[in-house]
Structures are given as structure tokens and as C-alpha cells.
């Protein structure tokens, strides 16, 4: 069975600053898909950032971006010129080619501070 | 707007009250699931729906029951809720085929505590 760890239960970083979330997953499948998602106070799962296993480039969007190491099985977040509104529980979750569920890590509570 | 919506956003019960949480996507998507979010463990997933009449079990599908009649549809039955089952749930889809992100869209949220 697939597993997700997120083993920061809290980071805190200055806004205008750049923090950096783990995440690493142990799979046997050789594609599959990871995505990082924020959850803010009002409880809604948005989503950040996804990375297709198949591909090598790393994802960007806008402030956010990924370190995927396949062969480490490892993917985190990299959130630069962090702001205010970035405050939230951030989630790791990977999906494999079966179609079938999303694996959720632990989350990573993160504040930002003025 | 493409949205997946739940009710009800919040419920108190008590122990053995059946109850049920709607789920509706108007997006067309053909999978469907119901999560479960507890402190510290993330969002398990309870079940889910490859399509209508075809529901399995995800990781914590014990006292839950789930039908999917419609493609849009996809409730939440709690037969016998137990206070065990408080807990945050979402409600998500997304599509299937080539050529997809395999990206789930999440419905609001229901917040459940079970007295």
C-alpha cells in the first residue's frame, strides 16, 4: 500500500521569506501522480501544485514549485515571497494509475509571520 | 460555476441517528469518493465510485454506507452513528480517461460530531 509522510507537523517563516515543505512516499508503481494542497481556515481543499511521475521538469505555479527526487521518493513545496495568505495546513497526496483514492500525508500547519 | 457541494456544512447528532450527507457535482465527473479528515492523520478515504453503481471500499469504510444511483450523486449513510465517527468529511470527484490531471475536486466540507 501506498504511504505519504509529512514529517513536520508545523513550519513557521517570515513573510517575503521562502519556506520549504517535505513530503516523501513509498510506492511500487511506476507512474502515478503527486499534488500538494492548501487548506486555509475556512476548511476548503484548494489545490497548489500537481506533478506527473513521468515527467522530470519540476512544476511551477507562479510563487510555488516542487523538488521532485523520483528515485528518493521524495516531493516537497517551495513557497517563495510567502505572504500572509499562505497561512494554512498544507497537504501531500499521491494517486496511483489505479484511478483509485488519493493518499493523504499527515499535513504541515503553516503560519506566517508580518 | 463547476462546484461539488455537500449538506449539510455542519450536524450534531446523537449516537444511533441515522443520518445521511448529500454529495453533488455538476461536472460530469465519473469518480467519485467520501474522506474523512482526522487531527494528525491527514484525509483518509472512506469510499469511493468509478461509476454509477460501482462503489468499493477505501481505507475506513467500516459504518458507512454509500449508493451511487446518479452520476451527480454520491451520499454518505451513516446507518448507526457512533461518536468515533466525529469528524470533518469531504466530499470529492474528478474524471476519468486519457488524457486527464486526475486532480480531485473537494466539495466544501461537512463537519459531523456524533454526542
Known amino acids: 500500500a501506498q504511504t505519504v509522510t509529512q514529517s513536520q507537523p508545523e513550519m513557521s517563516v517570515q513573510e517575503a521569506e521562502t519556506v520549504t515543505l517535505s513530503c516523501t512516499y513509498d510506492t511500487s508503481e511506476s507512474d502515478y501522480y503527486l499534488f500538494w494542497y492548501k487548506q486555509p481556515p475556512s476548511r476548503q481543499m484548494i489545490l497548489v501544485i500537481r506533478q506527473e511521475a513521468y515527467k522530470q521538469q519540476n512544476a511551477t505555479e507562479n510563487r510555488f514549485s516542487v523538488n521532485f527526487q523520483k528515485a528518493a521518493k521524495s516531493f516537497s513545496l517551495k513557497i517563495s515571497d510567502s505572504q500572509l495568505g499562505d497561512a494554512a495546513m498544507y497537504f501531500c497526496a499521491y494517486r496511483g494509475t489505479s484511478y483509485g483514492k488519493l493518499t493523504f500525508g499527515q499535513g504541515t500547519i503553516l503560519t506566517v509571520h508580518p | 460555476e463547476a462546484q461539488v457541494t455537500q449538506n449539510p456544512r455542519y450536524l450534531i447528532t446523537v449516537t444511533g441517528k441515522k443520518l445521511t450527507v448529500t454529495c453533488s457535482q455538476n461536472m460530469n465527473h465519473e469518480y467519485m469518493s467520501w474522506y474523512r479528515q482526522d487531527p494528525g492523520l491527514g484525509l483518509r478515504q472512506i469510499y469511493y465510485?468509478?461509476?454509477?453503481?460501482?462503489?468499493d471500499k477505501g481505507d475506513v469504510p467500516e459504518g458507512y454506507k454509500v449508493s451511487r444511483k446518479e452520476k451527480r450523486n454520491f451520499p454518505l449513510i451513516l446507518e448507526s452513528p457512533s461518536p468515533n465517527q466525529t469528524s470533518l468529511y469531504f466530499c470529492a470527484s474528478s474524471p476519468l480517461g486519457t488524457g486527464v490531471t486526475y486532480e480531485q475536486y473537494f466539495g466544501p466540507g461537512t463537519r459531523l460530531t456524533v454526542t
Open positions: 465510485s468509478m461509476n454509477v453503481e460501482v462503489t
